[in-house]
């Protein structure tokens, strides 16, 4: 029986960087430099794996349509898009950081609503409203540091690793609302359709992650 081809979609950035040593330790490599290439879908050394390399907010939806078998992907985009959708059999423990609630040093207490400026919306709204926070959300799609220096919000939800960005924007971290790591997620259906493929790719990098660690 022919191995049933398979897609994997990648996060670009700093997701990227790391996940690709992982899959050559799994054997998945690709057949150019991904970094080095203008292409967005690559073959590899092996013949029925493809890799695509995306937005990663658009790894949930080609996951979830079944364009992607597998995605790699953060678990804050994963929390964000919601985690029904797909399977979400392996945490490869890399490029992490945390999501959490900043606010300018010192600042005083917003006398109405809070102001929160951030990506992740559906996680903000989600936060506040299990603490009976009343909120003001305010959608941004990046530099969310700016938003409150510039009157735009009290507060933001956003990614922190080592903090320096916040603090060079004169904020500080305040509430960890998730640890965030990078996730293996699998289309349902593939799963059952090609289980075979996916369990060995699943069994190789789940061995890589465990050497690693
Ligand atoms: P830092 O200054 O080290 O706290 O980095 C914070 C900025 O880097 C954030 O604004 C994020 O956009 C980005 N960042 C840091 N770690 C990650 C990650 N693991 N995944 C995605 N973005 C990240």
Redesign the pocket.
């Known amino acids: 029986m022919t191995t049933p081809s398979l897609v994997i979609a990648l996060t670009k950035g ?2 990227l960087d790391e996940v690709l040593p992982l899959l050559a330790q799994a054997n998945i490599v690709p057949s150019e430099d991904i970094e080095k290439s203008r292409k967005l879908i690559f073959d590899t050394n092996l013949p029925h794996v493809r890799l695509m390399v995306i937005r990663g907010s658009d790894v949930p939806t080609y996951v979830e349509f079944g364009s992607a078998d597998i995605g790699v992907v ?1 678990k804050d985009l994963l929390l964000e898009y919601g985690d029904e959708a797909f399977y979400e059999p392996l945490d490869l423990g890399i ?3 945390r999501l959490m609630t900043a606010e300018p040093i010192d600042r005083p207490a917003p006398t109405g609503r809070l102001r929160v400026a951030t990506k992740f919306v559906n996680i903000a709204k989600r936060y506040f409203a299990e603490r009976g926070t009343q909120i003001e959300l305010i959608k941004l799609n990046g530099a969310l540091e700016l938003a409150p220096s510039m009157g735009l919000a009290d507060a933001i939800v ?9 603090t060079a924007n004169g904020l500080e971290a305040k509430e960890l609302i998730a640890n ?1 790591s990078s996730r293996i997620i699998v289309n349902k259906a593939s799963m059952k359709i090609k289980n075979a493929a996916i369990r060995e790719v699943l069994a190789q990098l789940g061995e890589a992650v465990a050497r690693n660690n």
């Open positions: 700093r997701i953060g490029a992490r950081c956003d990614i922190v690793d080592t903090g320096k960005t916040l965030v």
